[in-house]
């Protein structure tokens, strides 16, 4: 069952952007599997006329180790196409001369080498899972309490993601909860930030009505998407949940089962009349 | 330095109910030690003519353990006499027939020993320190995330609070971080709560004017007790920051050096002329 309203602008389209967990795969402890049908889905656009990007909150591993894991499933995937939040905050923290504390995972350690982290002035919190200590918490908000002005970066603010065994903490509670205990807001690098997904527009050469996001997070994906102008499609894969559809103040252009359906009615709609 | 003029309606003054951590102890490793002056100070106030209660948001261990810890610092102190979430929270939930899952220190866990905790069908948080473990915080918010209408209870709703070796966080971020994540709002129990201030005016047979409450904490201790109707003083000892004074909503009636200055301040004023 999928509604195709929103193919009645595919013509106009010149560019797709996909979230990569929950569209493309299923994290799990294995390291994720691909949903049924994303391999092919993806290598379809590619073969098309359309500029494909893949824009992701993942935080859990360096850009390199992700999109080798990706390419492994089988996925026609390079890290040039790929727009992450590290890279995209280790230029934020470099243009204001900020010395981050990191409460990352550790194998996203790598990305922030190049950042002079002594003597912390900001904390910079990423999903961090199991690094989620009480200690860990504690020891970023000593830092954050002990500046004068506390400065807080979040690397998205995605409340929960779906693994294997269920539906897991995102980063989002995290950044809540060191926002109440110093009473600051924090800076959020990813989606739904605007500047994150025009970034990724600004590579591609295309302005936001010519492009579509495609994610299973309505307010992250969809939402930030949206906001920034561009279409935003739901799959009905990942985290998604009936509920999403009664949103408060998100409503998804189009709703689909999986990323494979996206691709068929899309490229379908466009090779059509007009 | 201790502005005084919070001491002209000591005279109307009938009863004083005193917050325990960073007025009578800091806490510790150690289980903590006494404020100097602070023994002597609540001596003085049991042999005054004023009624006396305690009232924490205290949930490391249940009330029995509490108090014993207390009085083998020297206070005079009985279990009676201290209002703390834990038993406010078991009252709550039998009268509404809730079964909790609980995220609570281990000590507090006895606390709750006659409530049902089969197939829950709500989260009672309280602070947890170590206990705050990823897994089991993500154990909660799958509870949670699981029901039709998921219901959070949180055993206060501090931000921080002053250790030996510095300040740590207390429940409120953790209450925050599952607020976001399941998009609900808790149910505080215990300090702000006007329920709570109550509970303990009714067992003085005491009207709120009639009362001062005694605490670090701003925002919990003093502006709780204003919003009930009570004077309001806040002590420089435990958390207290002198950035609270310029707090965006909450003004203390008066602000002392710690407990020892404001019974002096207070009992000289009720000796002293109209």
């Not at 970066?153 to 995290?174: C, I, M, Q, T």
Request: charged share 25%; glycine share 10%.
């Amino acid at each position: 069952m999928a509604d195709s309203s929103w193919t009645s602008s595919a013509k106009s389209l010149k560019g797709v952007i996909l979230d990569l967990c929950g569209v493309l795969y299923d994290s799990g402890e294995d390291g994720g599997t691909p949903i049924p049908g994303s391999v092919e889905a993806v290598k379809r656009l590619k073969a098309s006329d359309l500029k494909l990007r893949f824009c992701t909150n993942e935080t859990q591993a360096s850009r390199d180790k992700f999109v080798a894991k990706l390419q492994k499933m089988g996925f026609d995937i390079s890290v040039c196409e790929v727009f992450s939040p590290a890279p995209a905050a280790v230029a934020v923290l470099k243009d204001r001369g900020m010395r981050p504390h990191l409460l990352v995972y550790d194998g996203l350690l790598s990305e922030f080498e190049s950042v002079d982290q002594t003597n912390p002035n900001c904390v910079v919190v990423g999903d961090a899972a199991g690094n989620f200590t009480y200690e860990n918490l504690n020891d970023a908000f000593r830092v954050l309490i002990g500046l004068e002005k506390p400065v807080l970066f979040a690397l998205g603010k995605g409340r929960y993601y779906k693994e294997a065994d269920g539906l897991s903490l995102d980063v989002g509670p995290y950044m809540k909860a060191l926002e109440y205990a110093c009473d600051v807001e924090a800076e959020v690098i990813g989606k739904p930030s605007s500047a994150f997904f025009h970034s990724v527009l600004s590579d591609m050469g295309l302005q936001p009505h010519q492009v579509m996001m495609v994610g299973d997070d309505l307010v992250n994906d969809v939402g930030g998407a949206q906001l920034c102008g561009m279409t935003g499609l739901q799959v009905r894969t990942g985290k998604y949940r009936p509920s999403d559809q009664q949103h408060r103040s998100v409503k998804a252009d189009g709703t689909v089962d999986d990323l494979a359906q996206a691709v068929d009615l899309l490229l379908g709609a466009r090779a059509g009349p007009l």
